[in-house]
């Protein structure tokens, strides 16, 4: 499937409520993850951005500001683009830089053929590892949007990231209060 549509961040958030620094940095944001994703596409056929914008949508609507929506959108700069976190840091300044650091690290986290006692010690070590809780607010996000798209993976890579959502992050995700939030 050819995507022809341009994908705008006014599909995902409502900029309306924002003031007008905050608008531009969302914009800064989404134009600077658009080119950085620009030769990426999901395994869906997507261009890769729809995931970064979804994950600054949700982030939306549980009412954060545009500094956790921008680092929302820039999620996945460093992890998987020729980004550099000193790039983001000057582009972006130093907090939507810790935040993207900190998803970084965690999504480098694997934690396959876990036991359920090894799953709580994994989510303390995720609690502990944050020095803001924002960030697995903005990983939980992102793994959320992944769980919906699960289809496009091959059965078994899918079956271990869904194992590893429902150990890991779906309990976080309710102590945190974000249950409402389904796949």
Same mark, same amino acid.
């Given at each position: 499937?050819?995507?022809?549509?341009? @994908?705008?961040?006014?599909?995902?958030?409502?900029?309306?409520?924002?003031? *007008?620094?905050?608008?531009?940095?969302?914009?800064?944001?989404?134009?600077?993850?658009?080119?950085?994703?620009?030769?990426?596409?999901r395994l869906s056929g997507e261009p890769f951005i729809i995931h970064p914008l979804h994950v600054a949508g949700m982030l939306f609507e549980m009412g954060f500001d545009a500094e956790v929506i921008a680092a929302g959108l820039?999620?996945? +700069?460093?992890?998987? +683009?020729?980004?550099? @976190?000193?790039?983001?840091?000057?582009?972006?300044?130093?907090?939507?830089?810790?935040?993207?650091?900190?998803?970084?690290?965690?999504?480098?986290?694997?934690?396959?053929?876990? *036991?359920?006692?090894?799953?709580?010690?994994?989510? *303390?070590? #995720?609690?502990?590892?944050?020095?803001?809780?924002?960030?697995? #607010?903005?990983?939980? +996000?992102?793994?959320?949007?992944?769980?919906?798209?699960?289809?496009? #993976?091959?059965?078994?890579?899918?079956?271990?990231?869904? *194992?590893?959502? #429902?150990?890991?992050?779906?309990? @976080?995700?309710?102590? @945190?209060?974000?249950?409402?939030?389904?796949?």
């Amino acid at each position: 499937m050819e995507y022809q549509a341009v @994908l705008d961040i006014k599909d995902f958030v409502d900029l309306s409520g924002f003031n *007008k620094q905050d608008v531009s940095l969302i914009k800064k944001a989404c134009a600077f993850a658009s080119t950085a994703h620009e030769s990426q596409k999901r395994l869906s056929g997507e261009p890769f951005i729809i995931h970064p914008l979804h994950v600054a949508g949700m982030l939306f609507e549980m009412g954060f500001d545009a500094e956790v929506i921008a680092a929302g959108l820039l999620h996945d +700069t460093v992890e998987d +683009t020729g980004i550099t @976190l000193e790039n983001l840091k000057r582009q972006f300044g130093q907090e939507i830089s810790n935040l993207v650091d900190g998803v970084t690290k965690i999504s480098r986290i694997r934690s396959e053929n876990i *036991k359920q006692r090894q799953a709580e010690n994994i989510r *303390k070590m #995720l609690f502990s590892m944050v020095n803001d809780i924002r960030i697995i #607010l903005i990983k939980l +996000t992102d793994k959320l949007h992944n769980m919906r798209t699960l289809e496009y #993976l091959e059965k078994g890579k899918a079956q271990r990231i869904a *194992k590893e959502t #429902l150990d890991i992050y779906a309990p @976080l995700a309710g102590r @945190l209060g974000m249950a409402r939030f389904k796949i």
